[in-house]
């Protein structure tokens, strides 16, 4: 089973995966159901693939970018 792409490449599962889990993927969605005007209920989904050493990359330079940006305001 796989993923057809435009030029008749074939990408596995384990590809994607791959690729899912080295860049990182971010799915964040709301729905509230309301009745005349009135929330009823409320789901939020926020959720973060990715694996730990990607993870660590990405808070890391993160982290950098917000102790650059404290110590220009000094």
């Given at each position: 089973m796989g993923v057809q792409?435009?030029?008749?490449?074939?990408?596995?599962?384990?590809?994607?995966?791959?690729?899912?889990?080295n860049k990182g993927?971010?799915?964040?969605?709301?729905a509230?159901?309301?009745?005349?005007?009135?929330?009823?209920?409320?789901v939020g989904l926020k959720v973060l693939v990715a694996s730990y050493d990607t993870v660590a990359r990405f808070s890391?330079?993160?982290?950098?970018?917000?102790?650059?940006s404290e110590n220009e305001r000094h």
């Open positions: 792409l435009g030029n008749d490449d074939e990408l596995s599962l384990a590809d994607l995966l791959d690729r899912a889990l993927v971010v799915l964040w969605g709301e509230v159901i309301s009745l005349a005007g009135v929330d009823l209920v409320y890391g330079a993160a982290g950098s970018r917000a102790m650059l």
